[in-house]
């Protein structure tokens, strides 16, 4: 079936450097994705979010594009924090552009070094 | 907080025996949504309710497995008959309209099911 994937389990960077997350994802019709940070024993807490008619959007130390020709997201993080670290996923609104429905990667842990 | 609540955040049951979850979603948002997560991989969807009314079942979800959300306000999720393998963390979320409206999905703190 259709899914979306993330390109690395894992990401350590330094603190203070940028942290560049990616993620690929199959269906065409989707139309709207969400990138999520989870810390352990934590639920999913929402980071910024973006439209399929949108190529880029940002938040505070955050920013979210997407390439639809090449079906990519990436979330792009700056001045990484250590409070930054975390499981990040991304999220699409399921098979068929549910409305109601998120279909989620497996996520990729950020580690951030002091 | 005014977030999603959910209740309760830990609970160890012996097998065979019946768990029951809770969820308060966000004030005044009219959905709510039930996933389940494995260590190791995202948020599954299990079900949707609009308001009052159960508008869509995963597969994942057996028979053992009941939700409701009788007044369009809280839900609970029940599970019968446990097995080792419902271990998970089950997460509740809710929302105001749609995700193709741009409404985001919030979740609340899980409650983490261990089944012995």
């Known amino acids: 079936g259709e899914s979306v994937g993330l390109h690395l389990p894992t990401l350590s960077v330094q603190e203070g450097d940028n942290s560049i997350i990616n993620c690929a994802y199959s269906n065409s019709a989707s139309d709207y994705f969400i990138w999520y940070k989870q810390e352990s024993g934590k639920g999913p807490q929402f980071i910024i979010d973006i439209r399929s008619n949108m190529d880029k959007r940002q938040g505070q130390r955050v920013t979210v594009l997407l390439n639809k020709t090449v079906k990519h997201l990436s979330l792009q993080i700056a001045a990484t924090q250590p409070g930054d670290s975390a499981v990040y996923f991304c999220?699409?609104?399921?098979?068929?552009?549910?409305?109601?429905?998120?279909?989620f990667g497996k996520g990729t842990l950020l580690t951030v070094n002091p | 907080d005014t977030g999603v609540s959910q209740d309760p955040r830990h609970k160890i049951t012996k097998r065979g025996q019946n768990v029951t979850f809770r969820c308060d979603p966000i004030?005044?948002?009219?959905?709510l949504y039930w996933y389940r997560q494995t260590l190791g991989q995202g948020p599954e969807f299990l079900t949707y309710f609009q308001n009052e009314a159960q508008l869509e079942k995963s597969r994942l979800l057996s028979d053992r497995f009941s939700a409701e959300r009788p007044k369009g306000s809280f839900s609970t999720l029940e599970i019968q008959r446990t097995e080792q393998g419902d271990s998970a963390m089950y997460l509740c979320?809710?929302?105001?309209?749609?995700?193709?409206?741009?409404?985001?999905?919030?979740f609340g703190e899980g409650s983490w099911l261990t089944v012995v």
């Open positions: 999220a699409e609104n399921g098979s068929g552009g549910s409305n109601y429905k998120l279909t």
């Open positions: 979320a809710s929302s105001s309209r749609g995700t193709s409206s741009g409404n985001t999905i919030y």
């Open positions: 004030s005044e948002h009219n959905r």
